[in-house]
């Protein structure tokens, strides 16, 4: 597609809820970042994909996050048992080279969880 | 670990008057560093990028030069306009490629 899109762009969910979270990133882009964005902070990274596996996830904040990109191109961010603190807009982004040599990451617009 | 320090805000400013955001950093080495701007209802956008030492990274009137005997990329621009009221980010770039955010300046211009 033209852009990274994200879907949905508004969850509200009950605590202890499972939630997932979709990527679309750029056509062709190998590489694929998801970050977490709380009210008036910036964007902290979680995890990031080169093609199909998971090249960093030490920004998982723990294991009940969880993110998977089976073939390459979209990607599910998924939050079990939902906690009131998991509430924050959850940003993905996409590059066309991966490692030292990465592009400009462009984002996409976000999607806005809030837990009950 | 690596980490970017960028001016607290809100920053109010008028229509017309110069702009200075100022972004240090901590990292190994010389990584690449970043403006990210991000408007109202809208997503994170790149504004500008430096991948050496002393390069100015310029756009629609904003300009960073980075700088590493003081590690730092500072965002200037010489007259703000209403349009430019939104959240800016400085940011760099880790070994693995992904972006280490500051923690964002709000802009906001009046007429």
């Known amino acids: 597609g033209a852009g990274v899109s994200q879907t949905p762009s508004n969850k509200v969910t009950e605590k202890g809820k499972y939630v997932e979270l979709r990527c679309d990133p750029i056509?062709?882009?190998?590489?694929l970042y998801w970050y977490r964005q709380s009210l008036g902070q910036g964007p902290e990274f979680l995890i990031y994909?080169?093609?199909?596996?998971?090249?960093?996830d030490s920004g998982l904040p723990n294991d009940r996050f969880f993110a998977v990109r089976p073939e390459g191109s979209v990607s599910t961010l998924k939050i079990q048992r939902t906690e009131r603190g998991d509430s924050a807009v959850y940003l993905c982004?996409?590059?066309?080279?991966?490692?030292?040599?990465?592009?400009?990451?462009?984002f996409g617009a976000g999607s806005r969880l809030t837990v009950l | 670990g690596d980490s970017v320090t960028q001016m607290e805000g809100p920053v109010t400013l008028s229509e017309e008057a110069c702009l200075t955001i100022?972004?240090?950093?901590?990292?190994?080495?010389?990584?690449?560093l970043f403006w990210y701007v991000q408007y109202p209802g809208e997503g994170l956008q790149l504004l500008l990028k430096?991948?050496?030492?002393?390069d100015k990274g310029s756009n629609k009137g904003f300009e960073a030069t980075y700088r590493k005997e003081t590690t730092s990329f500072h965002l200037e621009k010489g007259s703000v306009q209403v349009s430019d009221s939104a959240v800016y980010f400085c940011?760099?770039?880790?070994?693995?490629?992904?972006?280490?955010f500051g923690k964002g300046t709000k802009l906001s211009v009046k007429p």
């Open positions: 982004a996409s590059s066309l080279l991966a490692g030292a040599g990465a592009n400009v990451l462009t």
């Open positions: 056509s062709g882009h190998t590489a």
């Open positions: 994909f080169q093609g199909t596996g998971a090249a960093d």
């Open positions: 100022n972004c240090t950093y901590t990292a190994t080495g010389y990584p690449s």
């Open positions: 430096a991948t050496k030492a002393d």
């Open positions: 940011a760099l770039k880790g070994s693995q490629g992904n972006l280490i």
